[in-house]
T-cell receptor, first 111, second 113 residues
């Protein structure tokens, strides 16, 4: 079936800098996207979502951008903190089907 | 709300033994999902329920795996007999709708030796 993939498996960022995590999706009909954060020993935690009729959505220190033309999703984290170190997953959904998760990107914040 | 509660947190068992993982979803959530996470395959959906009824079990690896949801507040995932390749972290998640962000439990780390 369709799959969600990530450009970079690992990313290291200096504390205080901004980070960008990218995701490519293959199903152009997907209409809902979610970013999850998974810390070591914990389950994935919802960060932010965006619907296909939007191209940008902002939360607290996080922004998700959606480019449907190239089927690309990104998560921007501003002023990174040590607590942002985790694995980040993008996930997509089409219609009423279940979420499909990408493979994840490990973000490491360097003090 | 205590969130999605899974038990046990860790389980070590011998090959061939039966393993039962448990999940209590968030009260009021109509959807419950069982996922398996490994380094090789990432997060895989095994099965999900809507109002206690299994909707899609296409991700269940084989007949050794079974899942039940006898009521709205409890679900089990059973592996019988267990094999070393079943070693993984198993997550339960619940949601108000399937088209919505899921809330995950803390997972059960299963090791089959």
């Amino acid at each position: 079936g369709e799959s969600v993939g990530l450009h970079l498996p690992t990313l290291s960022v200096q504390e205080g800098d901004n980070s960008i995590i990218n995701c490519a999706y293959s199903n152009s009909a997907s209409d809902y996207f979610i970013w999850y954060k998974q810390e070591s020993g914990k389950g994935p935690q919802f960060i932010i979502d965006i619907r296909s009729n939007m191209d940008k959505r902002q939360g607290q220190r996080v922004t998700v951008l959606l480019n449907k033309t190239v089927k690309h999703l990104s998560l921007q984290i501003a002023a990174t903190q040590p607590g942002d170190s985790a694995v980040y997953f993008c996930a997509e959904i089409f219609g009423n089907e279940k979420l499909t998760f990408g493979t994840g990107t490990r973000l490491t914040i360097i003090p | 709300d205590a969130g999605v509660i899974q038990s046990p947190r860790h389980e070590v068992t011998e090959m061939g033994q039966e393993v039962t993982l448990r999940c209590k979803p968030i009260s009021g959530h109509d959807y419950l999902f069982w996922y398996r996470q490994t380094m090789m395959r990432g997060l895989e959906l095994l099965i999900y329920f809507n109002n206690n009824v299994p909707i899609d079990d296409s991700g269940m690896p084989e007949d050794r795996f079974s899942a039940k949801m006898p009521n709205a507040s409890f679900s089990t995932l059973k592996i019988q007999p267990s094999e070393p390749r079943d070693s993984a972290v198993y997550f339960c998640a619940s949601s108000l709708q399937v088209v919505y962000g899921y809330t995950f439990g803390s997972g059960t780390r299963l090791t089959v030796v």
